[in-house]
């Protein structure tokens, strides 16, 4: 039991993104993709993509390529997206309502089982049939209902709090969107998505380029 | 002129972490730490974090290690964090205003100069006392105010009529939270957020670690 699983960091951040562009290819229609025309598209070396694909199992054949069909859907089975989740939000601002939204639109088999927040006006209003209980419910319906995965969209003050609540009620995993590391028991996942890596990634590009243009 | 810089796409991914977790250290009041130390922070192997920040210059010494506050402000330069941004964001929907929240809340130095949306209700309205405008003025206000980064906060549908705005506006970079891929110049930035990413990766952790505990 650990919060750091045995695969790698490096591979846990590849996967999704191998998973997006299959799908992106599947939606253009394209059957079969060899490792360099892969390597094309997303930016890791060919070697890279059969060495991560290797460690998972046999999907492609020399000469012929990876179907791109079966190997999206063996993806799907490792990251553990062939079931669906039961998720709960907690603080409905609008981060929480774009998070609500997104899942919702986007029917992405993270399924939004209830909604939390402290604001007493927002209590009892709903967001896609969905209604907005009181924070003091959180363990309790985590508890009853079986909820997978915490979504924390309070601010970086309330953030540990709610991590506590969640952790006491069962979840097996907590995506966080305060800007601070949340201290968590090691059997539950964590991921946090840092806003500020993002813009500071761009701003790195943005100077790049500049440099290289003077 | 490349929307991919020299420097490969897994450092611009590790650079800002330095900096998060440098931060976390100064607040601490850490002053000094070594390649070994950080290792164990941030996950990165020692050699690794070396040969990054050797890429960039001589920030350490021997035996010594890295002092915080010196390799904090020079990571914040190689990330051009050293300057101020003139941002818009495009889509003033929970997405937008929880980014222009954040931006504000936070202090991070990507000032919102501008905010646009096409709903008629909202244009004249103010967020952080910034006013919300017309979709169409986009093009003209990029142009006029010399804004380096136009932020997408639009559905999947209208973010590439969003981006070709901006780029006709003269932005710099792109900072995308359409879970779609846009077609833009070489020479503008593009950083998208992808949330899918981030919430497959946790439910691969997740599923990993529920295999360990069996």
């Not at 054949?61 to 669906?84: A, F, H, M, P, T």
């Not at 006006?121 to 209980?133: A, C, H, L, P, Y």
């Not at 305060?178 to 590009?205: G, N, Q, T, W």
Request: charged share 25%; glycine share 10%.
């Amino acid at each position: 039991m650990s919060n750091k699983p045995k695969v790698s960091n490096a591979i846990i951040r590849r996967l999704p993104r191998y998973r997006r562009y299959l799908g992106v290819l599947q939606n253009k229609g394209i059957k079969k993709i060899s490792s360099n025309e892969l390597s094309e598209i997303i930016g890791y070396t060919a070697s890279q993509i059969r060495q991560d694909f290797n460690t998972f199992g046999e999907f492609g054949q020399q000469g012929y390529g990876y179907s791109v069909d079966y190997l999206y859907k063996e993806i799907n089975k490792i990251l553990g997206l062939d079931r669906e989740y039961k998720t709960v939000i907690v603080g409905v601002g609008h981060l929480g309502q774009a998070v609500a939204n997104y899942t919702y639109y986007y029917k992405i088999g993270f399924n939004i089982m209830g909604l939390f927040d402290i604001n007493p006006e927002k209590i009892g209003t709903t967001i896609n049939d969905v209604e907005i209980k009181a924070f003091s419910e959180l363990e309790d319906f985590c508890k009853s209902e079986g909820v997978d995965i915490g979504i924390i969209c309070v601010n970086s003050e309330g953030a540990q709090e709610v991590a506590d609540k969640l952790v006491a009620g069962g979840v097996k995993g907590i995506w966080n969107f305060a800007p601070i590391d949340l201290e968590i028991p090691k059997d539950v996942a964590l991921e946090s998505v840092h806003l500020s890596d993002s813009l500071h990634a761009l701003s790195f590009m943005i100077k790049s380029m500049n440099a290289e243009q003077e």
